[in-house]
């Protein structure tokens, strides 16, 4: 019997409106994509722009993954592996490249940092289809 | 112009066994499937089995969507978002439900934790296909 096992815990959801607030206040989740069948997991530095998803890549993985409308998943979380706590927000939705010049001048605008290697000339939108997410809550009843 | 992109960085590979070591170091990653050609993320604790990565969970999603050979990615990262520093390892394979019960038995003396929310009864091992990792390095000439 592990200590974990008799802890009181539930799952919570989180509201759009925090999932959202919280996107806002982090800079860097993990994108999931899918190549040949095959589904690949990378980290990324990200912006919120108002509901959408915003990064930076080269041409590779990624932007082949996450481009021409495809389904992708974007998720941030927070976990506190010492007490078993944590929290996750799930984006799904369609990825496009930014082409629009004006479109990128304004993205261009945003708190997004380039953390070196490689130029990432490459602007990346995930427009979300749904957003959601839960935490863990101890009772303590 | 960001200071950040005048940093001098770049990606370099992490060698199998770094990988490795740094999957059995660590007991957070995140777990990427499709379900309805939907690319999914999800946070998981895990432990390292071996060279497989073995995870318990109860019916739902990641269940449906990390059993009977479906192709998986998992994925650990440790990132600075101060210092734009990380690495991330990247394990891409096939997942299981491990439903043997001597096998079952051995499992249960893995260091995983429970972090409640369900009796999470099932357990799902991922078999590599390939173990890949990188780390981004600044430069200091």
Request: charged share 25%; glycine share 8%.
């Amino acid at each position: 019997m592990t200590p974990a096992t008799d802890w009181r815990a539930e799952l919570v959801e989180i509201d759009r409106s925090e999932c959202l607030r919280r996107l806002g206040a982090h800079a860097v989740g993990r994108l999931g994509i899918v190549v040949h069948e095959q589904p690949l997991v990378f980290p990324v530095n990200y912006a919120l722009d108002d509901e959408t998803v915003v990064f930076r890549t080269d041409p590779g993985t990624k932007l082949h993954g996450a481009t021409r409308g495809r389904r992708v998943a974007f998720e941030i979380d927070g976990i506190d592996p010492l007490y078993h706590e944590g929290w996750s927000v799930l984006v799904v939705g369609t990825a496009e490249e930014v082409s629009d010049p004006h479109e990128r001048h304004q993205l261009a605008h945003l708190p997004l940092a380039l953390w070196g290697a490689g130029p990432k000339a490459h602007w990346v939108r995930i427009r979300p289809d749904a957003i959601t997410g839960r935490r863990l809550v101890h009772r303590s009843d």
